[in-house]
């Protein structure tokens, strides 16, 4: 049954991708960052550090198609040990002249420390949830970026027999292309 529902996530998004990237792209971003946030798996939060990269396509004036990466890697220096938490999300959004806003499907790979109320141990496996992200621009180029993912992690793992992973990463922005450019892009 698990093999089937990850088969049909993977089905739905792969559709999601290719209905909403066949429509003409008037142009693209690519971006890319480091990321300090908390990983929330089991009973306690894990100090997570996170190199990030996505591309974003302009379907229309301010329509925005996303596809990101966010590798949260648990340092060794909680309990537990170190850990993975791979995340892809392809997302839907709307951008205006000081940030952007979205959401959409997304699927995790993870091998982690966690606990239970019982038990600590590793945890490894896929995940399909959601991603939802938000940037906004406070003074020119410079800004803060919010992303949170809820991932239901399934499985007949003795640590965590069933539950739901949240990522919630907030870091400052910087946006190195010149106005002009950017104006150009979303008109």
Known sequence: MRTECRRLASAVMFAFVLGVASTQAKASEVSAGLSLGWIHAGTAPRLAVGPHAGISWHIEKNLLLKLHDLCSLVPPIQVGGAGVYNHTSVSLGYRWEDGDVGAGPSVAIYFMPACGNALCGRV????????????????????????????????????????????????????????????????
């Open 124 to 187: 490894a496996g896929m995940a399909v949830g959601g991603h939802a992200q938000a940037s906004a621009y406070v003074i020119g180029p410079l800004g803060i970026s919010a992303s949170a993912n809820v991932d239901w992690i399934g499985g007949r793992s003795l640590v965590l027999p069933g539950y739901a992973s949240v990522v919630v990463v907030a870091a400052p922005r910087f946006d190195g292309v010149p106005d002009e450019l950017n104006k150009k892009s979303i008109s």
